[in-house]
């Protein structure tokens, strides 16, 4: 049984950065991050394919985050920086195991519980 588990999110300030991680508990395939904002439905942010060559951000994070994975740890980071209040969210990993990185939640076969990140203004 695949399990995923995020961590390093927190209360920060806007501007800030913050790194979240995704550990794995068997090897990865195509690992997403997705995130669910108050009074939101859950978003697309980032994914990153089995062998890191092929990355998609959503636009609202593209530029201002990075994604990188270390398939001998198990684990996917994802690198945001200068926050926004509109960054808050319980931030979701993914894992997909057919095809390539997707966008679509529905895609994805397994789920961690999410970490939070709160960005005050």
């Known amino acids: 049984q695949v399990q995923l588990v995020e961590s390093g999110g927190g209360l920060v300030q806007a501007g800030d950065s913050l790194r979240l991680s995704c550990a794995a508990s068997?090897?990865?395939?195509?690992m997403g991050w997705f995130r669910q904002r108050p009074g939101k439905e859950r978003e697309f942010v980032a994914a990153?394919?089995?062998?890191?060559?092929?990355?998609l951000f959503a636009d609202s994070v593209k530029g201002r985050s990075t994604l990188s994975r270390d398939n001998a740890k198990r684990s996917v980071d994802l690198q945001m920086n200068s926050l926004k209040p509109e960054d808050t969210a319980v931030y979701y990993c993914?894992?997909?195991?057919?095809?390539?990185?997707?966008?679509?939640?529905?895609?994805?076969?397994?789920w961690g519980q999410g970490t939070q990140v709160t960005v005050s203004s």
């Open positions: 068997t090897p990865s395939f195509n």
């Open positions: 990153i394919s089995r062998d890191g060559r092929m990355t």
């Open positions: 993914a894992m997909r195991l057919l095809g390539a990185p997707s966008r679509s939640e529905n895609e994805y076969d397994f």
